[in-house]
């Protein structure tokens, strides 16, 4: 298996469990062969909390499910109208490290927003990435077997008002913004087009190879 390929999985829109349960079978099964892959998804409205995530944060979920999962972080909402981007790579093959992969993770979403001429970053001190202390993307991986699975959300046209219902991320009052208000991608589709060509850049894979669905 070239190391240098990367695959990626077009999914659509689809229920969160079923895309997570996906994820765990694949990196459990995945062996020193398997191809990395980036899996490109929408999700029908849930609230995910993660390993470290504290009850306290949910603040009203109301008729919103609230799934608690194995990746690292807190609780954030993912829905419609939002790009999430599940890199499955073999980082220990790549010779990376975890905070490795995340720094590639977050840049590619700033490269990509430059594009736009809109100027993000990345804190040390809280994974995600901002455009004037407000939250555009957020991110929350796992790492098993040397190999990640989880990934980013960023916001892209979506109904902002279901995180009013949480502390993203643990942080009270934590302002969400997303791209379309910005003149950033107006589109999901556009976004990750978009940013599918930052991370093989950042990344360093040569080729791409896309699917549409799971089984293809």
Known sequence: MQANTLHIRHLGMQDYESIWHA?????????NDSQDELWIVEHSPVFTQGQAGKSEHILNPGNIPVIQV???????????????????ID?????????????????SIVDMLAQYDIKAYAKADAPGVYIDERKVASLGLRIRKGCSFHGL????????????????????????????????????????????????QIMGYQQLVHHQGLAE
Request: charged residues 20%; neutral net charge.
């Open 91 to 107: 980082i220990k093959r790549n010779k990376l490290g975890v905070r490795q992969l995340v720094n590639h993770i977050e840049q």
């Open 23 to 31: 994820m765990q079978g694949y990196t459990d099964t995945r062996d």
């Open 153 to 200: 959300a960023l916001n892209v046209d979506m109904d902002l008002a279901p995180f009013q219902r949480i502390n993203p991320c643990g942080y009270a009052g934590l302002e969400m913004v997303q791209c379309k208000a910005l003149g950033g991608p107006q589109t999901v589709q556009e976004a990750g087009d978009k940013l599918i060509q930052t991370f093989s």
């Open 70 to 88: 194995d990746r690292g972080g807190q609780v954030t909402y993912h829905g419609p109208g939002q790009l999430v981007v599940y890199p499955l």
